[in-house]
């Protein structure tokens, strides 16, 4: 019974690089939720995906950032030019069912830091 | 819009004191749903507890209780006995039905030996 696995845990990258972060959901979950915590901002939605398809991508910055979730595999949270106001902790979420009353599964985070 | 208010940004209380986080919403739908997850050094998030609209009963659960009040909007996390290992960041949520749960920026809490 894995919860949900994200990797890396820490990764370093210079600007103008691309991260990529990756996200196992809880066996059985469909549902991914993306969130960015930024010190003393506390989390802030990025994203919502269901296996192929984005559901609400309303708080992604519009530029350098996205997301999929494919048929099979993670979900990877990709971000281009990486900026150092990108550093941050991102945590990767999952449910079973569409959320609005599901409780999130949360994964333990990648920490993003950015030279 | 949704809105998750926690006025604490950061508390510290002697071990076994009893300590409040306060937490405060905003919605406009009628069905919504209240989380308190707490947020320990190691980083990962753990689910404490959930709430919706319709069931205003408190609850307890060991040392922690939680008082919900929808006069007031508040849904209020209480520590009873503190121990060392509370020491965390707790954050409260809300999710308005069928869609995402928006955090608090969280309460760091120290419980100091």
């Known amino acids: 019974n894995a919860g949900v696995m994200q990797n890396p845990r820490h990764l370093v990258r210079r600007r103008g690089q691309e991260a990529r972060l990756r996200c196992s959901p809880m066996?059985?979950?469909?549902?991914v939720y993306w969130y960015r915590q930024l010190p003393e901002e506390g989390l802030k939605f990025m994203v919502y995906l269901q296996k192929e398809n984005i559901i609400d991508e309303s708080g992604m910055p519009k530029e350098r950032f996205s997301a999929e979730f494919p048929k099979e595999g993670p979900s990877i949270l990709r971000i281009q030019q990486v900026v150092r106001g990108d550093s941050a902790a991102y945590f990767c979420?999952?449910?079973?069912?569409?959320?609005?009353?599901?409780?999130?599964?949360f994964g333990s985070g990648t920490q993003l830091s950015v030279l | 819009a949704q809105k998750v208010t926690q006025a604490q940004t950061e508390i510290s209380v002697v071990e076994k004191e009893d300590v409040t986080l306060d937490c405060v919403y905003e919605?406009?739908?009628?069905?919504?749903?209240l989380f308190w997850y707490k947020q320990p050094p190691s980083g990962e998030l753990v689910f404490l507890i959930r709430r919706n609209s319709f069931d205003e009963q408190n609850e307890i659960s060991g040392r922690y209780s939680w008082n919900f009040q929808k006069s007031t909007s508040s849904f209020n996390f209480t520590i009873t006995a503190s121990q060392v290992v509370d020491s965390a960041v707790y954050f409260c949520a809300l999710s308005e039905a069928r869609d995402k749960i928006i955090f608090g920026k969280g309460t760091r809490l120290h419980i100091l030996p």
């Open positions: 979420a999952s449910s079973p069912q569409r959320s609005g009353g599901e409780k999130l599964f």
């Open positions: 919605t406009r739908d009628t069905t919504y749903y």
């Open positions: 066996k059985g979950h469909s549902h």
